[in-house]
T-cell receptor, first 114, second 115 residues
Framework: AQSVTQLDSQVPVFEEAPVELRCNYS??????LFWYVQYPNQGLQLLLK??????LVKSINGFEAEFNKSQTSFHLRKPSVHISDTAEYFC????????????FGTGTKLQVIP | NAGVMQNPRHLVRRRGQEARLRCSPM?????VYWYRQLPEEGLKFMVY????????ESGMPKERFSAEFPKEGPSILRIQQVVRGDSAAYFC?????????????FGQGTRLTVV
């Protein structure tokens, strides 16, 4: 069984400030890790993913996440947020080599304050 | 290439009615997954289907819920005799492969409101 913990349900941050959204996971098998973003009343969009190789993965809009196996973490960071980053962010895992039975965290609402 | 299409986007049903949610996967994808997002919660896996087969329904409620993915046409999630607790957003995702797949693509969701 797998589980994903996102301890922060809401994170307010001022525009252009840095942000970190925390994610920890638990699994007895190796996993792939994902961050999804959900804008209000929209579906999920994949932000970035870690499959293997370099532990630091980046998105096209400035987010990055680092896989830390010893701490079982996959925290999401951005050095300078924009108003348009206001959304809910979900950390997720699947078993590597398995099918897309995704286990999601409960989500973190990022509110960027002008 | 159109993405995963779900319809309707919004559905209102009275208690006791049936709800039918449709999902057309991306072109070339034969694996479909349904998830439910209850208010203020994350998404929870419900069922995984391939064409004409249910592979994993471990997340489906035991009663009133069923899913199918026929040889032709969209996948259908059917909820019979809806109750207020069924109000949620239902998301469909599709992938090209099953085991070993590295990404699923999500639809916009169907928001079901039971009144």
């Amino acid at each position: 069984a797998q589980s994903v913990t996102q301890l922060d349900s809401q994170v307010p941050v001022f525009e252009e400030a840095p942000v970190e959204l925390r994610c920890n996971y638990s699994s007895s098998v190796s996993v792939y890790l994902f961050w999804y973003v959900q804008y209000p009343n929209q579906g999920l969009q994949l932000l970035l993913k870690y499959l293997s190789g370099s532990t630091l993965v980046k998105s096209i809009n400035g987010f990055e996440a680092e896989f830390n196996k010893s701490q079982t973490s996959f925290h999401l960071r951005k050095p300078s947020v924009h108003i348009s980053d206001t959304a809910e962010y979900f950390c997720a895992v699947i078993s590597s080599g398995g099918y897309q039975k995704v286990t999601f965290g409960t989500g973190t609402k990022l509110q960027v304050i002008p | 290439n159109a993405g995963v299409m779900q319809n309707p986007r919004h559905l209102v049903r009275r208690r006791g009615q049936e709800a039918r949610l449709r999902c057309s996967p991306m072109k070339g994808h034969s694996h479909v997954y349904w998830y439910r997002q209850l208010p203020e919660e994350g998404l929870k896996f419900m069922v995984y289907l391939q064409k004409e087969n249910i592979i994993d329904e471990s997340g489906m409620p035991k009663e009133r819920f069923s899913a199918e993915f026929p040889k032709e046409g969209p996948s259908i999630l059917r909820i019979q005799q809806v109750v207020r607790g069924d109000s949620a957003a239902y998301f469909c995702a599709s992938s090209r492969a099953g085991a070993g797949s590295t990404e699923a693509f999500f639809g916009q969701g169907t928001r079901l409101t039971v009144v």
